[in-house]
């Protein structure tokens, strides 16, 4: 999920924000705009519109959570969502593998699951619902396409071989 860049947003209607700085920071972010701006049940979104104050567990101090999508459907719901891989959330298993990569996973764990459970107080006191879509929703829900997996590069051609020179000779 390295691929970040600008998103043009086609209906700017539905937009809840600023409709000229829209970035997707994965490729998994654009397909969920694209999806928002194409939705006929989708009347408003935004993305990184929405800021959630939150105490983070591992360092103990306030950071702010910028939300990846806010979405309002037609039928009155609306819904704050983040986008991640499903990897990371869960409790990251360390049977076998390096301390560093264990330590670093289990704080983003912690990291994140304070910023949700800050979000899940935010949402209830606005009579929002809060979601978080990992590749398995985005398949399930036709946003992201079935493979997602980098295509190959194409090969290089052979270059011609080269033709062997004889040596020059001195004159004299």
């Not at 691929?3 to 209607?13: N, Q, V």
């Not at 993305?47 to 039928?75: A, G, W």
């Not at 929703?137 to 020179?165: D, H, Y």
Request: aromatic letters at 12%.
């Amino acid at each position: 999920m390295a691929y970040s860049g600008r998103y043009t947003i086609k209906d700017k209607a539905k937009y809840l924000g600023n409709p000229t700085g829209v970035i997707y920071r994965s490729l998994w972010e654009k397909h969920v705009m694209k999806w928002c701006d194409d939705n006929p049940q989708v009347v408003g979104w935004c993305s990184e519109e929405v800021v959630i104050p939150y105490l983070c567990q591992t360092d103990n101090k306030m950071h702010r959570y910028f939300m990846d999508f806010l979405i309002k459907y037609k039928d009155g719901r609306t819904v704050l969502v983040e986008v991640k891989p499903h990897a990371q959330t869960l409790v990251p298993k360390s049977a076998g593998r390096p301390r560093r990569k264990v330590l670093s996973e289990g704080l983003t764990y912690i990291k994140n699951q304070s910023k949700w459970k800050e979000t899940a107080r935010f949402v209830a006191d606005r009579g929002w619902h809060f979601e978080i879509w990992t590749e398995r929703e985005l398949t399930s829900m036709g946003i992201m396409p079935k493979s997602t997996k980098p295509l190959k590069p194409f090969p290089k051609k052979k270059a011609a071989p080269k033709k062997k020179v004889a040596p020059k000779r001195p004159t004299k």
